[in-house]
């Protein structure tokens, strides 16, 4: 026959004519092909038409002695009947092979990013190991791997080698298949095994790629081989091993994120939009959230041209629908969902319903874990069917050895099935009671002392999730439209959990988010009196995040939610009357007017009075509260309304209100001049904060207030170096995370009066950006530390730095004039007057420093300044100064020493002097012991 020229015929349609040649039927050319018989006539329609002959006859007759394909492989043709041609000889593998020697080895189209340790392992391995096995989920690049292997490692099988993809091929042709590749049909008296492993001796490698469907049949073809084949080495990929023996298994994980991931998809992203560009923390977060699998991140980078990194990032909440191709490639690649549904058909029915019920996990899960929710297999089969699961790449062993995760696609794709199953319904109470049990258990473990905040850690996610997860068959509104109580399913269980959930939350110092499930546990308590607690607990992280306004708002609605129960409503106007009365400053626009408190308080009291049941708890709340609206005016509290609460409050051991009510005790003596006794209880109340609960978000607004407080009067009584230390003990303190600017703020004003100006300014800017991110909430006690942050510029030398702390001190406080504040009118004033002293600019000073301030915190520092500034301006009402200093020198060590110096510099005595450098030192005050020390030469 004439020579058929390469480009003629294909070389399918090649075997096809030599099949015709053979006058083999239609039928039996396709299932020696492997083909569908309309396949077959296509090709042979396709063969009358290109070599220009009218019959099938007369196509045989002209393809009669056709003995190679037009790529150069065999095909010898034998008359003798069907399948009846001898297997190559030794070395025809080389021969007949690609350039590098391995017979339908695939070339790809795109570059192969990354994973060169792993094409190196494969390398070794394929050389040193019979039998290796590259295991990955869907996805993970294993042919890819295979094939950079492969080339890779060709020249070490000089017999040559053959690449199977076994994906088209049904279970019960595996052989075939293998065989179809290698050109080999079974000889005389000789079966396609034998015909095979004829083929396959010498040093020769053999590559089945996707074997995971066929396992049971690759597994005997691969031992027959391996046992027949003493040279022959087999690379296989699957996502499960063979287990066969001596078998080696590299498993393909996700790629390295920066150095392969962001890479990989760059490069893709690159081919359909040559432009393309984007932040690089942008795409890793994409990779991330693809689980930096190679597959899903060349899918995805196909559409970034026409969805843009926001759009493909907001896409991603359905990873299985905008990851996908419209078309190219094979079927089974064109989208994550074909790829794992691919996997899922060939799972048992025990794996499925496994697989299904753990997609319920948001991260990880132990074995115990996924028992919960599969009720229907015993503990140990589930702990077998998980291990299957895994070894098929479907679930993950964790970091954690004894935990085990899925793939957020899996997941995704597993969590459809279960929804639309009949069972979907009981396996989410079945999680949820799971959940409950898991928060309560890590509650108990948190009051007992023992480890609990890594055992949060890795269940967290779970938890919000479930919390989040409602019942559709349980109405969660009535016929109004009113929220119901427990509404959303689970009732009390799922109540119980995400109380418990925000108080670990809080534990943990995520106030924000602790916030939001208190006002979820409000939204399922199954009794008024249940959520008013749980609307208290909102109030106090509410108070943590933002100001007291918002606390004292929801403190009002849990009143009005409390219904019948009477005492808890109590509690909740007790608290609101507290709230608005103690922190004024914060977020009160105007201060709450005092026939309004008065009416809350009158009925909290009435029914304090009233209840039998627990009277002596009721009544402390409510002494509190008397004490706090004892005053006549704003934070003044009668000394003595303050002591008895403090003697009510003792009685229950209550320590987090016995803290507020040594608060209302410091703030009398302060107001009636005495800051040292509002020291010695700040101490006290420090001392309580080793006792509170930090899951409990009213102890956390103590702790903030109790180290503020102990830091403010340990100020006020000039103990410089202790504040420092309890401004650092605060700032250490893990609970008051979200509440950090407060901490800092005292240490703003301890660092400055210390002398370290570089510290201060900086911790003055931490404030300030924090009081920023929190949306600006305007208080009157944020100008303490901005005007702190203002000397410590000034005296540093920056006059334009200590105006524009002036400037941010009105801005945090919304005062334009600071003698609006008793606090800050004094505290103003003595920095004013201390930058004047130091620059010498006295003039027009000492009439403003002068002033009669109410007795506070800072009134002694500005007596004190007053007093020097008389001595260095020679103002002849100095005594009158020195005397008003000298009534704060025995409550307040800063003017005691200030005093001391004001006295030598009016005497010229070097060695007071030297005394009043001494006092400086020892309180803490570097820099106002250096300029005193600096006046004993002049």
Known sequence: MPTLPAEAVTPREHDVLVGVAQHLTNAQIARDLHLSVRTVETHVSALLRKLGVASRRDLAATAAGLTARPDGSARPADHDGPRRVPGPHRHSLRSAGTPSGVIGLPAPRTSFVGRRAEV????????????????GPGGAGKTRLAIAATTAVAPAFPSGGAYVDLVPTRPGHVDEAVATALGVTEGPGQTLRQALAAALRGRVLLVLDNAEHLVDDVTGLVEDLLDACPGLSIVATSRERLAVAGETVLLLGPLHVADEAVVLFTERARDGDPAFAAEPADVEDLCRRLDCSPLAIELAAARVASLGVAGLRAGLADQLRVVAASRGGHER?????????????????????VLARTSLFAGSFTLSSAAALCPDLAPGTVADVVGRLGDKSLVHRAEDAARWTLLASVRQFAREQLDASDDAGRTVGLYRTWAASTAADLRRRMAS???????LELVQDDLRACARLEDPSVPTRDGGGRALPGGGGGGATRHALVRDLARLTTARGCVGEARGHFLAAARLAPSGAAAARDLADAASCAHLLTHAKDAYDLLLEAAQVAGADGGVRADALAGAVVVARRFLGSGFERPVERPVLEGMFAEADRIAAGDDDGASRRVAPVAVARAWLSGDGAQLVDAGAAAHAVAQVRETGDVVLLSAALDA????????????????????RLDLVALMDRSDPGALVEIVDAHRGASAYAIATGAVAEALEIGERAAAETSLAAYHRRSLDWLVVAAALAGDHARAVDLAERSWSAFLDAGRPRTSTFGVPMLAGSLAAGLAGDSGGADRWRERAREGTGLADFHASPNLAPWDAFVRARLALHTGELDGVLASVGAEFSPGRFDGYAAAVAAEIAVVAGSPNVEDRLETAARH?????WVAASLQRSRARLTGDTDALHDAAELFGNLGAAFERERTLALVGT
């Open 665 to 684: 005790s410091s703030t009398a003596w302060a107001a009636s001049g005495r800051p040292d006794e509002s020291h010695r209880l700040a101490g006290e």
């Open 449 to 455: 002392g023992a480890d609990w905040w890594d055992a």
């Open 333 to 353: 690649h064109r989208s994550l969902r074909a790829v794992i549904e691919w996997s899922h058909r060939l799972l048992a029915a025990d794996e499925r319903y």
């Open 120 to 135: 190196d392992a494969a390398t070794r391995l394929a050389q040193e190991s019979r039998l290796t096995t590259i295991v």
């Open 889 to 893: 020198a025995g409550r307040n060590r």
